[in-house]
T-cell receptor
C-alpha cells in the first residue's frame, strides 16, 4: 500500500512571497490533515478535511493560509504572503474509518515539506 | 481546546535499561492516545496507541498505560537499544478521526 505523498520536499522562499504544497493521501482515506511542525516542537494541526469538506480549521491563520481538497482526494496548502515565522515542516496525514469493525483513528504521515522563509 | 504536556524533554538512559515518558492532557473528552517516534529528518511513525476503554497495552518492548481519572498516560520502553534513539511524541484526540494535539516531544538518547 502506497503511503502519503507530498511535494515538494524542500522549498526556500523570500518573505512576502507565496508558496503551495501538495498532498496525496493513502488511497481510500477520507480524512486528510495538514500539520505545521516548527523545529523542536510537536506537530500542530492546521486544518482537517473529511472528503472535500472542512471539519476543523480553527488553528489555520486564515489571513495568509488557505487549503483546499476539491475532489476529496489530493489537497493543496497555500501561504500568501509568507512570513519568517512560517519556516517549518508542513506534514500531511490521512486516516480512514472502515465501514465495518472497530473504528481506527490511526493517522499516517507523509514525509513533509521543509519550508525556509528568508 | 486540548492541551498536552510531555516530560521529560530529554531522557538519557544506558543501553538495556528502561525508559519512561509521561504525558498529561486537559480535555476529559479525549479518548485516543497515540505515541509517535520521529527520527531526524523523517516523518512521525506510530509506535503504539491506546483508547480510553483500555488501561494498558503492550507490544513487545513497548507498553503504554492510561489513567483517565488523573488524565495522564505513559510510554514504557524496556531493554532499550541504540535504534530506540529518536524524538518521541505523545498525542491526544477525542477520536472519530479528529485531529491530534501533540506534546512537545522527548529526545530519547540511548548511551552505549
Amino acid at each position: 500500500e502506497a503511503g502519503v505523498a507530498q511535494s515538494p520536499r524542500y522549498k526556500i522562499i523570500e518573505k512576502r512571497q507565496s508558496v503551495a504544497f501538495w498532498c496525496n493521501p493513502i488511497s481510500g482515506h477520507a480524512t486528510l490533515y495538514w500539520y505545521q511542525q516548527i523545529l523542536g516542537q510537536g506537530p500542530k494541526l492546521l486544518i482537517q478535511f473529511q472528503n472535500n469538506g472542512v471539519v476543523d480549521d480553527s488553528q489555520l491563520p486564515k489571513d495568509r493560509f488557505s487549503a483546499e481538497r476539491l475532489k476529496g482526494v489530493d489537497s493543496t496548502l497555500k501561504i500568501q504572503p509568507a512570513k519568517l515565522e512560517d519556516s517549518a515542516v508542513y506534514l500531511c496525514a490521512s486516516s480512514s474509518r472502515p465501514l465495518a469493525g472497530p473504528s481506527t483513528d490511526t493517522q499516517y504521515f507523509g514525509p513533509g515539506t521543509r519550508l525556509t522563509v528568508l | 481546546g486540548e492541551n498536552v504536556e510531555q516530560h521529560p524533554s530529554t531522557l538519557s538512559v544506558q543501553e538495556g535499561d528502561s525508559a519512561v515518558i509521561k504525558c498529561t492532557y486537559s480535555d476529559s473528552a479525549s479518548n485516543y492516545f497515540p505515541w509517535y517516534k520521529q527520527e531526524l529528518g523523517k516523518r512521525p511513525q506510530l509506535i503504539i496507541d491506546i483508547r480510553s476503554n483500555v488501561g494498558e497495552k503492550k507490544d513487545q518492548r513497548i507498553a503504554v498505560t492510561l489513567n483517565k481519572t488523573a488524565k495522564h498516560f505513559s510510554l514504557h520502553i524496556t531493554e532499550t537499544q541504540p535504534e530506540d534513539s529518536a524524538v518521541y511524541f505523545c498525542a491526544a484526540s477525542s477520536g472519530g478521526a479528529d485531529g491530534l494535539t501533540f506534546g512537545k516531544g522527548t529526545h530519547l538518547i540511548i548511551q552505549p
